[in-house]
T-cell receptor
Framework: DGGITQSPKYLFRKEGQNVTLSCEQNLNHDAMYWYRQDPGQGLRLIYYSQIVNDFQKGDIAEGYSVSREKKESFPLTVTSAQKNPTAFYLC????????????FGDGTRLSIL | GEDVEQSLFLSVREGDSSVINCTYTDSSSTYLYWYKQEPGAGLQLLTYIFSNMDMKQDQRLTVLLNKKDKHLSLRIADTQTGDSAIYFCAERENSGYSTLTFGKGTMLLVSP
């Protein structure tokens, strides 16, 4: 089945540690996105990538980094500079044409130990 | 900048119709989407509508778009307990490869 796979489902971070969230898609989509969701909030865009080896900052990029070395993969690193990382992280992808909607993975919940 | 507003909570009885409302500010919005999120899960695309349409129907779902008032609604007919979830409205500009702007979501609670 085509879809978006995020792993792990749950992740714990110690103080001062960097952690990496995985996102893989087999939909042959050009664009990929990372969002952060906090309780009672909508989705806030962290980073997005429209093509391999290129990505742009979203609204809340500070404390996060990404890479896009392959079309299928868009990992997100939550660095120690992100002081409030506890949240639900969602990855999405979409086709190149403007009308094509974003499709989402099942999310990763990150907590601080 | 763009802004998308939704009411935060809606409670209905099983079998009734539910209407979830959304307003947006960007007049250049071309595509408008409704997503459903169940607890602990990602967002599931329900339906979408182009700004040159007034209405779209898909089984129990009806989307109405009032471009003049920048108002979008999602009607769920014969609401079931399985429809209990958070519903997000999102809009996308018609400016190349633009990103989505989401509302904060409406929590729908369906009671038996």
């Amino acid at each position: 089945d085509g879809g978006i796979t995020q792993s792990p489902k749950y992740l714990f971070r110690k103080e001062g540690q960097n952690v990496t969230l995985s996102c893989e898609q087999n939909l042959n989509h050009d664009a990929m996105y990372w969002y952060r969701q906090d309780p009672g909030q909508g989705l806030r865009l962290i980073y997005y990538s429209q093509i391999v080896n290129d990505f742009q900052k979203g609204d809340i990029a500070e404390g996060y980094s990404v890479s896009r070395e392959k079309k299928e993969s868009f990992p997100l690193t939550v660095t120690s500079a992100q002081k409030n990382p506890t949240a639900f992280y969602l990855c999405a992808s979409s086709g190149r044409e403007g009308y094509q909607p974003q499709h989402f993975g099942d999310g990763t919940r990150l907590s601080i130990l | 900048g763009e802004d998308v507003e939704q009411s935060l909570f809606l409670s209905v009885r099983e079998g009734d119709s539910s209407v979830i409302n959304c307003t947006y500010t960007d007049s250049s919005s071309t595509y408008l989407y409704w997503y459903k999120q169940e607890p602990g899960a990602g967002l599931q695309l329900l339906t979408y509508i182009f700004s040159n349409m007034d209405m779209k129907q898909d089984q129990r779902l009806t989307v109405l778009l009032n471009k003049k008032d920048k108002h979008l609604s999602l009607r769920i007919a014969d609401t079931q307990t399985g429809d209990s979830a958070i519903y997000f409205c999102a809009e996308r500009e018609n400016s190349g490869y633009s990103t989505l702007t989401f509302g904060k979501g409406t929590m729908l609670l369906v009671s038996p």
